[in-house]
């Protein structure tokens, strides 16, 4: 391999997914950044994702490590299946060296003298690598051998001097086990990122990174999800919905529902978000698979992303109104996800969406339901936000949204458990009411931005024929609260009778 040149300024790419993304095109070359976090949180793995991207870029890589030894490091690259050729792997301090007795002194009683050997050391195998990029891993023995704060920023800068003169992409990293609250580093590296790990009551650990400075470059701020998989670390970069924008006709979508689109002044507008609120069972996920099968019938292309409901019920029941799914699947028009709300953190499932939409080119996604989807993230305030971005990501992509919320109770006083109805374009209601001793299912549109609708309540049953609509009920006070009283005056309420088939 040969030494990169001065001129070779373009930025050291990352070899981490999503990364790159977020440090507006990766690593300065020439620079000292340091990566830190609490042991656990995936340092190494990047680090070693860095050299790697370097290697197969025909760049030199040394990697020092003061904390693991090189087999530790080597069977780590074999649970990843990497191959670590063209990056030369540094130990500071070898096991044997622990036996010498003179080592024992030095390490034991003079941390003056040991610190030197570790600069010194550091020096020569650059020396003899001159590598294009180096991982030193970690500050944290270097900080312990300094003891104090002053000669720790001195020895940072003087590794910081040197490399940068040697035109050398550093990556410092720092597990902050020994004293968090110091910043030394933070005000001597070009750039700094941090990893977390949050424990929450249930399911398995998350992950997320923040860049706290990046001199010179405008980053991408915030907390963006992480996940450690085999084969590295993998980083969703947090939804802007003003950096996706494209132009579109704003037609109306038929529903294939002559009634239902009647409902809905002609249909829902291209682009736009519709909310299907109401209890359990009245048909929320039902409505949606109409809609998706009548995209499906345009020719378009369909996610769904299913929370709540096992996808093999749903396809049963998907089957009895006549909607063949697995047709639809087998077509390569229909996209259709078990989505694991413990497994699955909000920047996985938008990064999700973003490629069904721009790899996959859809044009239509149904998330069912809300509900799972909150249970991902606990604080709502957090939900509220994540969901404005995705919907406004999809409304400028030209696809129309299709939400689900199942409201808490049956009849009577129902709530949300989260109130998305001012994001919405449309907002359909479903709801149950009793009448001529039967239970019965009523739909209305309390909502609609893009256009004049109806303001009827209207009852409606699903099944093999598809939706079908009834008459206004007009005799009808108090459905939406799910008691209504019959005020029409002489004979029976016009309702819908039985139908087979």
């Excluded at 693991?68 to 030369?88: F, K, N, Q, V, Y």
């Excluded at 499932?349 to 790899?359: L, P």
């Excluded at 209601?429 to 309540?457: M, Q």
């Amino acid at each position: 391999m040969t030494r990169m040149t001065d001129g070779s300024r373009e930025p050291a790419l990352t070899g981490v997914g999503g990364l790159d993304d977020i440090l507006a095109g990766g690593f300065s070359r020439g620079r000292v950044f340091l990566l830190e976090g609490s042991p656990g949180t995936g340092k190494t793995t990047i680090a070693t994702q860095f050299l790697m991207e370097g290697a197969a870029r025909g760049e030199s890589c040394l990697y020092i490590t003061l904390s693991e030894t090189e087999d530790e490091m080597r069977a780590s690259a074999r649970s990843h299946d990497w191959d670590l050729t063209g990056i030369d792997l540094f130990e500071l301090v070898p096991p044997e060296s622990l036996l010498d007795e003179d080592q024992q002194q030095s390490l034991l009683y003079s941390s003056d003298l040991e610190l030197g050997e570790t600069t010194r050391r550091i020096f020569e195998a650059f020396d003899r690598v001159k590598p294009d990029r180096v991982v030193l891993d970690s500050l944290s023995e270097i900080r312990l051998l300094a003891q104090s704060s002053l000669r720790y920023r001195r020895q940072i800068l003087a590794l910081k001097h040197f490399f940068s003169r040697q035109n050398t992409t550093v990556l410092m990293l720092d597990d902050l086990t020994a004293d968090v609250a110091d910043k030394t580093v933070h005000s001597v590296a070009h750039g700094v990122v941090r990893l977390e790990e949050l424990a929450p009551n249930y399911g398995p650990e998350r992950r997320r990174l923040r860049v706290i400075k990046y001199r010179g470059r405008r980053f991408r701020g915030g907390f963006h999800d992480f996940r450690i998989e085999t084969g590295g670390v993998v980083v969703y970069p947090r939804l802007i919905s003003a950096e996706h924008k494209s132009s579109f006709a704003r037609d109306l979508l038929s529903s294939s529902s002559e009634e239902l689109d009647a409902l809905l002044g002609g249909g829902v507008e291209r682009g736009s978000s519709v909310l299907v609120l109401g209890p359990a069972g009245t048909g929320k996920s039902l409505l949606t698979l109409i809609f998706a099968a009548a995209a499906v019938g345009r020719g378009e292309r369909v996610a769904v992303f299913v929370f709540d409901e096992e996808i093999g019920l749903l396809f049963n029941r998907a089957i009895d109104l006549g909607i063949d799914v697995q047709s639809m699947i087998d077509s390569g028009h229909l996209f259709i996800e078990q989505v694991d709300a413990a497994e699955l953190s909000p920047g996985e499932f938008s990064q999700r969406v973003r490629a069904r939409v721009e790899i996959d080119g859809v044009k239509s996604v149904v998330v069912d339901s809300l509900n799972g989807y909150q249970a991902a993230m606990p604080e709502e305030n957090a939900l509220i936000l994540h969901m404005h971005e995705l919907l406004q990501y999809l409304n400028r992509q030209g696809a129309t949204t299709f939400l689900t919320v199942a409201q808490h109770g049956l009849v009577g006083d129902m709530k949300a458990p989260v109130d998305v109805t001012y994001l919405a374009d449309t907002v359909i209601l479903l709801r149950y009411f009793e009448a001529s001793g039967r239970v019965r299912r009523a739909i209305s549109i309390i909502k609609k931005r893009t256009g004049a609708h109806e303001d009827t309540i209207r009852e409606y049953k699903i099944g093999s024929y598809g939706i079908k609509l009834g008459e206004p009920l007009v005799g009808f006070q108090g459905v939406l609260r799910g008691v209504p009283n019959f005020v029409g005056g002489q004979g029976s309420p016009a309702l819908l009778e039985d139908e087979r088939g």
